[in-house]
Nanobody, 115 residues
Framework: QVHLVESGGGLVQAGGSLNLSCAAS????????MGWFRQYPGQEREAVAR???????TYADSVKGRFTISRDYARNMLYLQMNGLKPNDTAVYYC?????????WGQGTQVTVSS
């Protein structure tokens, strides 16, 4: 089992920044993918950014150039630096872990961007 704890969500003005953090613990496989997803009310969860262990990140087109995903492997931390936030970035953001043993999700953290 992998346990994920998120932090860093909140309310910001358009054009502002937030840094989301995700702390992973438990049975963490050395080869894995971690990522950030977001979900609007009543809609499907969608991928925002993902990064394979030891590899490059990938991003949704809607956030390219504004968001940066990174990992601290020594501390089992995942981050999402969000710059130039827009009102349509408002959503619940989830940390995810994909590895041997299954897929695991964080509890979600609310990001709200005001106009």
């Amino acid at each position: 089992q992998v346990h994920l704890v998120e932090s860093g969500g909140g309310l910001v003005q358009a054009g502002g920044s937030l840094n989301l953090s995700c702390a992973a613990s438990g049975s963490i496989s050395s080869i894995n993918i971690m990522g950030w997803f977001r979900q609007y009310p009543g809609q499907e969860r969608e991928a925002v950014a993902r990064i394979i262990s030891g590899g490059p990140p990938t991003y949704a087109d809607s956030v390219k150039g504004r968001f940066t995903i990174s990992r601290d492997y020594a501390r089992n931390m995942l981050y999402l630096q969000m710059n130039g936030l827009k009102p349509n970035d408002t959503a619940v953001y989830y940390c995810a872990f994909f590895g041997i043993g299954g897929t695991f999700w964080g509890q979600g953290t609310q990001v709200t961007v005001s106009s």
